[in-house]
C-alpha cells in the first residue's frame, strides 16, 4: 500500500468554487487525470498542501468545434481529442500529437491542460525518493547540485509534452483563470526556459481552454522520437506547419519539445519564406532546429543525438507537409 | 489564527470522507482518506486483490480497471475521484463462477504466463471489445500498448483477445 502524503482533497462542481479553494491554500494544485501530478506525489517530488479535483467542474471538458476554430476544455481528455471527428479533419497535426501521449490508458485520463502544464523531466529527478536520496538528491527537489550541468544555478530538467509545441505552431491561445480574473496568453509565451518554474501560471491560476485559430490554408504535423511507440516521453518532437503558395513557402513555422525545459518556437525561419522547398532550404532548417535545442544530458540518449534526430525529423516533416501540400494545390 | 488542517505539532491532518460508488455492479459505501489511491482502495478497503500494483507510476498498466466502460490506471487515480462512477475489475467479469469468453480465451490460447500482468491486460482487452467487438490484430496491439508482459512475448495475448471477439456471445465455459 502506497502511504501518500497528508493532503485535503476539494471536488468543486464550478469554475468559482475550484479558483476560491486554490486560493486558500497557497501552494495547492489543480487536479485532474492525475497521470503526472499523483505520480510525482508518490515519488515524493511534491507536496501540494491541497488537490483541487477539477473533473467535476461542469463544462470544463467541452470541446468546440466551429468557424472561428477550436475551444478545448481544459479537461478535455487526450483521447477526446485524439478521437474527435472535427479535430482530425480540422487540425490533424493536434489529433496525432495527443495520439502520440503514452498510452492509450493514460490518454484516458489525461487532460490537454495537464499535459501542457506537465512537470519537467530528468533521469535524475523522475526515480524514487529512495533513488534520489541516495544521489543526494538534484537542484530541482531538495538539493543543491544540477547532476547534470554541474555548477548551474539554473535547473536543466526538459519539458516534454507533446501537444504544446503543436498548439504554439497552430497559434493557439491558453485562457487562464486566476484570483484576478481572466486572461488569455499566446502559447508561445506560456513557457519558461527553467526547469523548476517553466509555466508562466501566476500562484493560484490555472489554465481553463486552450483556443485554436482556423488552419487558413496551412498545413501542419507532428513528429515524435521515442525509445518505444508507446508510454515513453519524447527524446525530441517536432512541429510543423506551412502554407505552400503554387511553389513558394508562404511561411513555415517549426517548434520542438524535449530539447529544452520549455517547448522552444525556432526562430530564424523567416528568410525560407518566399523561397521553393530545395536542398538548401532543408539546410538553413536544420541549422535553426540545431541552433533552438538546447539539450544537455537529461535523458537517455546523448544531447548530440536529440539534435540531430530533432532537425532531421523537422526536415522529414516539412518535406513531407511541402509535398502534401502540393498536391492539394494541383487537385 | 488556527488552521484546522494542520495539527498543534505541525502535522497535517489526513482527512477521510465518505466514497460512494458502484464495484462490480453492487453499490458501496466507504470511509476513505482524501489521499488514498484508487489500487489502494480496491486491494486494501474493497479486499479486491485481482488489480495489481506493478510499477509506482503508470508505466506498466498492471493495474487497469475499468471506469464507466473505459480502462482507467488504478494506481494514478484517487479514490475519491470515481464517487458516484461504475467502477470494475477483474473479479466483476466471471458470472456465476465462469468466467467470461475474454477470460476463457486467455486461459485457453495460452494469454496468461506468470499472470501478474493479466488481470491489467484482461481489462485493457475487455474496455477495447466493448467498444469495438471485432478489433484487427493491429487494433488489439494499439490498445494494450500501455500494458507491459514480460513474459508471453504478446503473441499469445493478442491471439487470445482475437479469439475472444470470434467466440460468439454465450458460448463461453460451455465446454
Known amino acids: 500500500m502506497t502511504l501518500m502524503p497528508a493532503f485535503r482533497l476539494h471536488r468543486p462542481d464550478t469554475l468559482a468554487e475550484a479558483v476560491a479553494a486554490l486560493a486558500e491554500t497557497p501552494g495547492g494544485k489543480p487536479l485532474a487525470g492525475g497521470t503526472d501530478l499523483l505520480v510525482n506525489i508518490r515519488r515524493g517530488m511534491a507536496d501540494p498542501p491541497a488537490l483541487v479535483d477539477l473533473t467535476n467542474v461542469g463544462g470544463l471538458d467541452d470541446l468546440v468545434v466551429s468557424e472561428a476554430g477550436l475551444r478545448l476544455g481544459a479537461t478535455v481528455t487526450l483521447a477526446h481529442i485524439a478521437e474527435d471527428e472535427g479535430i482530425r479533419a480540422g487540425w490533424p497535426a493536434l489529433a496525432a500529437a495527443a495520439e502520440a501521449v503514452a498510452g492509450p490508458t493514460h490518454r484516458e485520463a489525461a487532460t490537454l491542460a495537464g499535459n501542457l502544464c506537465q512537470e519537467t523531466r530528468c533521469i535524475f529527478v523522475n526515480q524514487s525518493e529512495w533513488w534520489r536520496a541516495g544521489n543526494g538528491f538534484c537542484l530541482k527537489i531538495e538539493g543543491d547540485v544540477c547532476h547534470v550541468v554541474k555548477k548551474s544555478l539554473r535547473c536543466y530538467a526538459v519539458y516534454a509534452g507533446d501537444v504544446a509545441p503543436v498548439l504554439m505552431v497552430l497559434g493557439a491561445e491558453a485562457e487562464i483563470l486566476g484570483p484576478a480574473g481572466t486572461r488569455r496568453l499566446a502559447l508561445a509565451s506560456f513557457f519558461h526556459e527553467e526547469g523548476r518554474s517553466h509555466l508562466a501560471l501566476a500562484p493560484g491560476e490555472i489554465v481553463t481552454a486552450v483556443h485554436v485559430p482556423p488552419p487558413n490554408g496551412a498545413v501542419a504535423g507532428y513528429a515524435k522520437v521515442r525509445v518505444r511507440e508507446a508510454i515513453d516521453f519524447p527524446l525530441a518532437g517536432v512541429a510543423v506547419a506551412l502554407r505552400r503558395e503554387g511553389d513558394r513557402l508562404a511561411s513555415v513555422t517549426v517548434a520542438l519539445t524535449g530539447v529544452a525545459s520549455a517547448p522552444v518556437l525556432v526562430p530564424g525561419l523567416d528568410r525560407l519564406a518566399g523561397t521553393t522547398w530545395s536542398e538548401d532550404s532543408a539546410k538553413t532548417l536544420t541549422d535553426a532546429v540545431r541552433k533552438s535545442c538546447n539539450a544537455v544530458k537529461t535523458t537517455v540518449t546523448t544531447p548530440n543525438y536529440r539534435r540531430r534526430v530533432a532537425a532531421a525529423s523537422a526536415v522529414r516533416l516539412a518535406g513531407d507537409l511541402w509535398a502534401a501540400a502540393g498536391e492539394g494545390n494541383a487537385s | ?175
Open chain 2, 1 to 175: 489564527m488556527h488552521d484546522p488542517n494542520v495539527r498543534a505539532s505541525g502535522a497535517r491532518v489526513r482527512k477521510k470522507s465518505v466514497l460512494a460508488l458502484t464495484l462490480n455492479g453492487r453499490a458501496r459505501e466507504d470511509f476513505v482518506a482524501d489521499g488514498m489511491l484508487l489500487v489502494d482502495y480496491l486491494r486494501e478497503v474493497a479486499g479486491l486483490t485481482g488489480t495489481k500494483q506493478g510499477c509506482d507510476g503508470g508505466e506498466c498498466g498492471a493495474c487497469t480497471v475499468l471506469v464507466d466502460d473505459r480502462p482507467r490506471l488504478a494506481c494514478s487515480t484517487l479514490a475519491h475521484q470515481v464517487a458516484g462512477r461504475r467502477v470494475e475489475t477483474i473479479e466483476g467479469l466471471a458470472r456465476n463462477g465462469r468466467m467470461s469468453r475474454l477470460q476463457q480465451m486467455f486461459h485457453e490460447k495460452l494469454g496468461a504466463q506468470c499472470g501478474f500482468c493479466t488481470p491489467g491486460m484482461i481489462m485493457a482487452a475487455e474496455a477495447l471489445l466493448r467498444r469495438d467487438p471485432d478489433p484487427t490484430p493491429e487494433r488489439i496491439r494499439q490498445a494494450l500498448a500501455g500494458n507491459l508482459c514480460r513474459c508471453t512475448g504478446y503473441v499469445k495475448i493478442v491471439e487470445a483477445v482475437r479469439a475472444a471477439a470470434e467466440t460468439p456471445v454465450g458460448s463461453e465455459g460451455a465446454r
